[in-house]
């Protein structure tokens, strides 16, 4: 008897519902043929977002569920949890009831706070990376978005964990290393696509397209290219990041400083308007202090821009020796040079071509796949989608 094959249901949970994580939760929700269940919540406060998310989460899928059974249906309506690390996975999962918290879950660690550089430790700050820990224990698969990201994360858990004051965890980093692989996170190439190649204007132009907080160092860019300016070099800028309530007024008067060098200073209104200020660049730049994947720039190799980033963090995973600067006085001869001799666009679009959800949502669906396997164990022949049913007669292993 054929067994009727549904489509895999998967609940996502993401407390910072924006920037990149909302681009490629969004992404794979429409790339990946499933049922999505969302629960999320405003990109703001993010130390609250780890502090406090999983209360909310864990009640939203508890009615949910109940909503579920209401309506007559068996088990749970979900075959896999999504989860991002600004979730506290065991919280979670201990608030939402043994049936949600059996089912197999994922975090995607697009960051990691044992690596994050606080400019002011305070003693509450350790529950970020230990909230971090405790997700990737909780969870069934760890997923991360570079190399770098994965073995920062495993180097430090053990020596954090050294910090307690006595009964010190042994074997976390290696359970969770067990458990992991690296999988980047796609970007969608289609506002990119449609803009048509802008004429580039008399003067070449830098992009920096990063937030303005300080583990992206805006202040060693501005001071780069202010020592070209002092030079007397013909150069535009365009600063196309988001800024804060508390950093606005500093990004102003660093972009002011530049006069009419400056074309641009600020988030742009819309997914266009960024495709097609990166389109309008010549050279994009990166002086992040702490970077795992670094989106921005993927997406600017795309639109048309020659990379330039440090060597350092995640960076050497993706872009070639040449592309990178290992110290600020590098960064000012590095861009000399750009400015100089102006780079040939799309040089570097080959780079970012890797990173599409054409190329990379099928590995997140079977990564799904996988995981909803499980889940059949305990539903002997129903089947899910791109997972074959389980045999009366499957010994129960992990796949």
């Not at 899928?61 to 991002?84: H, N």
């Not at 702490?290 to 995640?314: H, K, Q, T």
């Not at 799309?346 to 796949?369: H, N, S, V």
């Amino acid at each position: 008897m054929d067994i009727p094959v549904r489509r895999l249901r998967v609940l996502a949970l993401e407390p910072y519902y924006g920037g990149s994580h909302r681009a490629v939760l969004d992404g794979l929700i429409e790339h990946i043929d499933a049922e999505w269940t969302l629960l999320t919540l405003p990109a703001r406060k993010w130390k609250w977002r780890m502090r406090g998310a999983a209360i909310n989460m864990a009640a939203d899928a508890r009615a949910r569920l109940a909503e579920w059974r209401a309506a007559g249906g068996e088990g749970a309506p979900w075959d896999v949890v999504f989860a991002s690390t600004f979730v506290n996975l065991a919280e979670f999962k201990g608030l939402a009831g043994a049936e949600i918290a059996a089912l197999p879950s994922i975090v995607y660690f697009h960051e990691n706070q044992l690596v994050y550089p606080n400019r002011h430790e305070a003693e509450w700050d350790f529950q970020f990376p230990l909230t971090n820990i405790t997700s990737a224990l909780a969870a069934d698969r760890c997923l991360f978005n570079t190399r770098w990201n994965l073995d920062q994360f495993v180097s430090e858990t053990t020596p954090f964990l050294k910090r307690f004051p006595d009964y010190h965890p042994a074997g976390v980093a290696e359970r969770i290393a067990a458990k992991s692989a690296v999988l980047p996170p796609p970007f969608d190439p289609r506002p990119f696509d449609k803009v048509m190649p802008p004429l580039r204007g008399l003067r070449p132009r830098i992009v920096w397209p990063h937030r303005w907080e300080h583990d992206k160092d805006p202040e060693a860019f501005f001071a780069a290219v202010g020592t070209l300016a002092a030079e007397g070099l013909d150069f535009e800028v365009a600063v196309a990041g988001q800024a804060f309530r508390e950093t606005a007024d500093s990004m102003q008067a660093a972009a002011a400083a530049l006069g009419d060098r400056l074309v641009h200073a600020g988030e742009p209104s819309s997914r266009a308007e960024y495709a097609a200020l990166l389109a309008s660049a010549d050279i994009a730049v990166s002086t992040a202090l702490n970077e795992f994947f670094g989106l921005a720039m993927i997406e600017a190799c795309y639109a048309g821009c020659s990379p330039l980033v440090p060597d350092r963090l995640a960076y050497p995973e993706i872009y070639a020796k040449d592309l990178r600067y290992g110290h600020a006085d590098a960064l000012v001869a590095k861009l000399r040079s750009l400015i100089l001799e102006r780079p040939e666009p799309f040089a570097a679009k080959a780079i970012a071509e890797a990173f599409t959800f054409d190329r990379l949502a099928p590995a997140f669906a079977g990564e799904f796949g996988r995981m909803a396997a499980a889940a059949t164990l305990g539903y002997r022949g129903r089947g899910v989608a791109g997972v074959a049913p389980v045999s009366d007669d499957a010994s129960g292993e992990g796949t």
